[in-house]
């Protein structure tokens, strides 16, 4: 493979023009790419440097080797360098040597971009004539040998791990913040550069663009940024994660662990171990076992990693592994050179981290490996899970030798028994565990037990404060298996299991709710001893929101309890809030409820309230409220508060509109019974009285004087709702077949203008907006039946509907005497402010 060459610096005047230009262009660069190119290549020599430096001293100018990537998805490798003056004897020439990579391709051999450092291959000039050798591959230089990277990163060591802690952030998020390394030297920041690319996925470090030298690191697109001290300053720019060589090291401690690991690695002068690992599991497994001191946190991932992948490795590999763990943390030692002492930049991790790991990877080695690789690992994980309040480990007999079970009970009893009784702990976590470990080394706890059978009913509902256990904190959580050591629990110990069943059915009884969330499904074996309704009736109950009749599902809960609600009232609660779990019964389910079972049981269970709510918190569309209303005021009627009761009495009313009960003065009524409530009325039970009423009204002929009562109201949510329902389809379809129909409302909506200003709103909008459009589009014999019915009703209301519904602008000045716009005298009509014949109902009767 030839790579595609280009060169640019100040050249003489020739064909294509004098000054900087591109000097030599490969056939295989695209042209449009070239002014792209241009703004990648330049070079600004440092502030700091002579200005006219001899040729000694350029060599020590900063060498701009860049990896770039491009808008056409491929890449350029460039090297710029001063050369001092140009043809004409000007300063600030500078001579760049590139190739282009397509997209989709990489350098010969698969070599990394960085590894071009220096390579002979690269030209300070333009080729004779304009025509480069062929470059087929770039030798590297001595630069990057495995000795001279592990003495920079040594010498570095202080800032290694937040190099690569701010490396890791930059590759998984390339808007993170771009790299700027600030060197007296470029080589030096080319060094680091291949210090990342070893330590990147190999894939990443192909892709990662950088440059060793700017002056403006503000301009620069790269990912890595090569400064020298006198380049522009980004250290206070946020967009710029800044490492500078030449300033004080990093105070702050790297908590990134897979940064920390690199940096001893490479301290350690072990970089073929990022080979054939990449993730921070495997690299710590092959620091580890390779003897390298780890820091707590990355031991813990070692641990976890290695526990994960127990079953593909070697035996070899986990007992040196496990030598490894068991040696000790690296929190005062980085590694075991003592050159690699300064990259010791320790960060604190989760407490009992490490422990809980290393539990975790002896669990999975146990029976795997010899007795003799586990056994140490064993001893640590147990005695530090006891006496550190660490994660226990579930062993058995044959995880200890006899010997070591006699001096670990002596040992480890008085903090075994501590540790039962320590009510910080979540009870079904760590004091359940050492209860196993105290039957493994026959430690007598029996004393204790009760006690714990109360933490551990709270933690299993959700409600043990300890740990943040409580019931905020799993309120979420769903049932799950009773764990097995808890079953263990249960069934070895009858006073455990009588103590925690008593614990959790007062639990149960308490809030049945959160406590079949729970419990439901959990395989807890209520079954082992006799009692405790409450418990069993939320352990088998089904979830609340299953298919199937509610009330079949609650008389099957009240079976489960094995007890009858008549002889123990409390278990009708509990069954009631294992059904309607965040719900109410319906107005049918609640009056069959109160029926079937007796207004003194739900007296004597304390659900009475709970059937009130029902009615007064049902939607307006649950036909089965006003029934429950009546119920509820005959079995309770001494017991409600006098707000209850006047809104029972209007759900009731609002049930007998439209039958022979219904009476007269509804609307009256209807105020009358809010208005004497000594307490706000529900906005459920307003809505659905006034829904009932204004469907009342506008059923067939509504009596006027219960327009007009309607009309002096002024109740702004009645009339509300009588506007709705007016405008409602149902309204507007009998509009449209029932010519009768329409005379009544428009005796209604023209009726009583002036009464109030809320009221002439109303009608004037069901007049125009409602009944207008509809009777324009009425056929003519519809026209004259409803006449006919107006002419009925009297000859003034036959008058004011022709006025009404002329057209033009007789029929826009009816429309102001309908009480549209400014008031003004009728055209006819023997009253001013009314039409024809249309009058209040002689002192407020009926007519």
Known sequence: MTLAQL???SDPPGPDGSGFRFTAVGAGVPQGLLREAEQLIGYEPPRDFPDRPDTEQLKSFPKAFSFSELADGGSLL????????????????????????????????????????????????????????????????????????????????DRLAAFFADLRALAADPDAGQLVIVEHDSADVAQWIALACTVLPRE???????????????????????????????????????????????????????????????CAGRPELFRDAEDLGPLAVAALTSGIALRTDAR??????????????PDATLGALVEGLCAGDAEG???????????????????????????????????????????PLAARVLASAVLGRGPVPALDAGSLTPQARADLARELAPALRAGLADAREPADGRPLALLQVADLLDIDCQDLLPDLAGRLARALVGEDPAGGSGVAGREDRTAAPCPPALLDAVHGHPALRIALFDALDALAAADPRVAARKLAGSGLPVTLQPGFPHLRMCVTATPPDAPGDRLARFHGVLRAAGVSPHAETAVLRTALGLV???????????????????????????????????????????????????????CFGTELRPGQRSALLLLEFAGLLGTEGEGEQWVDRVLA???????????????????????????????????YSLARSAEPELLAAYERVGRSDRVGDRLRTVPSYVAARYCDWSAYPGTHPDWDTTRTTLLTKVLRPIVRALPAEDHAEIEAALGRAGRGKLDAWRSWNRPGALGRLAGRLSGRGRRTEPIAGPTPGRHADIEPPAGGGHR
Do not use: M
């Open 580 to 634: 309607w779990t965040g719900e109410l019964p319906t107005g049918q389910e609640a009056s069959l409820l109160l029926n079937q079972l007796g207004s003194d049981t739900h007296r004597a269970a304390g659900t009475r309230d709970l059937l009130i709510e029902a009615a007064l918190a049902a939607p307006a569309d649950d036909p089965g409220v006003p029934v429950l209303a009546t119920d509820l005021l005959r």
């Open 673 to 707: 019974l809010r208005d004497s409530a000594t307490e706000p009325v529900p906005d459920t039970v307003t809505e659905r009285v006034y829904g009932a009423l204004a469907r009342r009204l506008l059923e067939g002929t509504a009596p006027e004087n219960e327009v």
């Open 78 to 157: 460039s090297r710029s360098v001063y050369t001092g003056a140009d043809h004409s004897g000007r300063w600030g020439n500078f001579h760049a040597h590139a190739v282009h990579l397509p997209s989709g391709t990489r350098l010969p051999d698969g070599a990394l971009p960085i590894t071009a450092w220096e390579s002979p291959r690269w030209a300070d000039a333009t080729p004779p004539g304009g025509r480069p050798e062929p470059v087929d591959r770039f030798e590297p230089s001595g630069l990057f040998r495995k000795e001279g990277l592990v003495a920079f990163a040594v010498s570095r060591a």
């Open 204 to 266: 990443q470090a192909h892709r990662l663009t950088f440059t060793t030298y700017t002056r403006r690191p503000q301009q620069a697109r790269q990912q890595i940024i090569g400064a020298l001290p006198s380049s522009e300053s980004v250290a206070h720019d946020h967009r710029y994660r800044v490492h500078d060589r030449t300033g004080r090291p990093p105070s702050e401690p790297v908590t990134d662990a897979w940064a920390e690991v690199c940096a001893r690695i490479w």
């Open 300 to 313: 813990a991932v070692a641990a976890r990693w290695a526990a994960d992948h127990a079953d593909t490795l």
């Open 7 to 9: 060169h640019y610096t």
């Open 333 to 375: 030692s980085v590694v075991r050179a003592p050159s690699a002492a300064a990259v010791d930049t320790p960060a604190p991790p989760p407490p009992d981290d490490e422990q809980t790991a290393l539990a975790a990877l002896l669990a999975r080695l146990e029976g795997q490996v010899p007795t003799a690789v586990s056994a």
